[in-house]
């Protein structure tokens, strides 16, 4: 009687194991498990509301999305300017005399004051104050009856005239013993345009009645509201660059 029982326990148990395992395969169905109540429900589209910022691109996820962000911008949604200049590596190492400026999305690489971009690189800005001398002297100017006669034996270097001394070279003859030195020296060729940039010209020494019987090379760039000159010491002495308003 007890072993019946058993048996007959065992065989209802099987039974009842083998109906689920039935139950659980037609359950895993496709077809029945779209009837399921989720699967109701529409995934809405989360790029719907432009989430990703600063011209990010936005991919749609169940319950979310994924920001891919243009350069120069990070953060979830792209809100963050990466800030290129605190980098371990400054990317503006590689461009000479130069500093570096964050900016929303990018960076610059600004020139450090006194120079002025060339190409890639930054270099010495002879327009800027720090890069060039003055040359003041009444005594300069074209129509000054020389005195006491000088030279300029000592210049080297770019000088803008200013002051007493007027604004610039003059660019005629000066009959002799002019600008306080016995040999004036005047610009042959005239002064350059912003455009033209540095320009090369003769800096004609008046001798002997030769209004350029000998002349020294100087560079002219026209910085727009002056000009500068890179002068040298003439060969004769006393000679000396003469000037006018
Ligand atoms: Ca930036």
């Known amino acids: 009687m007890f072993a019946r029982s058993v048996v007959s326990f065992n065989f209802k148990h099987s039974f009842v194991i083998e109906f689920c395992c039935w139950l659980l395969q037609v359950l895993s169905n496709v077809t029945v498990i779209n009837f399921l109540p989720y ?20 991919t749609d996820r169940v319950n979310g999305f994924n920001c891919s962000c243009a350069p120069g911008f990070n953060g979830m949604q792209c809100e963050k300017d990466i800030d290129e200049c605190a980098a371990q590596v400054d990317p503006c190492d590689a461009v000479a005399n130069s500093e570096c400026k964050n900016t929303a999305g990018s960076y610059n690489c600004q020139c450090k004051n006194g120079f002025v971009k060339n190409g890639l690189n930054c270099e010495v800005d002879v327009c800027h104050w ?98 500068i000159y890179e002068l040298f010491p003439p060969w004769s002495c006393p000679a000396r660059y003469c000037s006018t308003d």
């Open 39 to 58: 699967h109701l429900e529409t995934d809405i589209d989360d790029c719907a509301s432009h989430p990703c910022k600063n011209n990010g691109t936005c």
């Open 130 to 227: 720090q890069n060039y001398q003055n040359l003041t002297d009444a005594k300069r100017k074209y129509d000054y009856v020389t005195v006491n006669s000088k030279c300029d034996n000592t210049l080297s270097g770019w000088y803008r005239f200013q002051g007493d001394a007027g604004t610039k070279m003059v660019t005629t003859c000066p009959p002799m013993d002019r600008c306080d030195a016995t040999f004036p020296v005047w610009l042959c060729g005239g002064h350059p345009t912003v455009a033209e940039g540095t320009v090369r010209r003769k800096g004609c020494i008046h001798q002997s009645g030769d209004c350029c019987r000998e002349y020294v090379f100087t560079q002219v760039k026209n910085c727009s509201s002056y000009y």
